[in-house]
Each structure stands twice: as C-alpha cells, then as structure tokens.
C-alpha cells in the first residue's frame, strides 16, 4: 500500500523549523542533531521537506491507524540528504477527513 494522495503530500515549513531543525523545541532537539548532521538547515527548510515528501511518495506504508482525526500512516525509506549518505527515517502521515493530501506529523532516524 502507498501513502494515500501521495502527490499532494503537504510538509508546513513550522514543522521543519520550529520542529524538525529547532534546537530550541523540547521534542525537536534531538531530531535537529540528527537531521542537520547530514546536511539539512533551517535556511534551506524546502530541501528537507521535499526529501520528506520524496520518501512519503516512493515507499510504502509499513503502518495505518485510524482516530478521530484520521488515518495515520507510517512510511520508512532513506532520505536523500544534501550530503548524500541518505540516512533510513521513518516518517507519519495524517489524513485528515475532507482534506485533500496527507500532511506530515513528525520524521525520525529509523
């Protein structure tokens, strides 16, 4: 199974910066080390967020789960990196009722 949508995949720029690259989030610190190690910048958010997507689009989902809110999907795959050593990272997808393309939860080292 693919990611539902796949090509309207949506990864907000909030989620990379103040999240994903953010030394300064409780929760993201440690992310922010791993996802900068291989080249990634909070100036340069888009770079992420395509790899993000590209991995969301090309994998499939190894996990779904429902909730109120949605389905939760879990997609695993290497991220193509600016430093090109493509670290393995498991990514979650929501897909949200009424709208279109899922959007990106969180990514972390696989």
């Known amino acids: 199974m693919r990611l539902p949508d796949a090509g309207h995949a949506r990864v907000d720029r909030e989620k990379i910066v103040d999240y994903l690259l953010s030394f300064a989030h409780p929760d993201g610190r440690a992310k922010a080390e791993f996802f900068l190690r291989f080249g990634f910048s909070p100036n340069e958010w888009e770079v992420l ?62």
């Open 49 to 110: 967020a395509d790899a993000l997507r590209e991995v969301g689009r090309t994998f499939p989902v190894t996990q779904s789960a429902g909730s109120p809110w949605g389905v939760r999907y879990t997609v695993d795959g290497p991220l193509r990196s600016p430093d090109g050593r493509n670290p393995q990272v498991r990514t979650i997808w929501t897909v949200e009722p009424g709208i279109r393309g899922p959007r990106l939860i969180t990514a972390h080292p696989r």
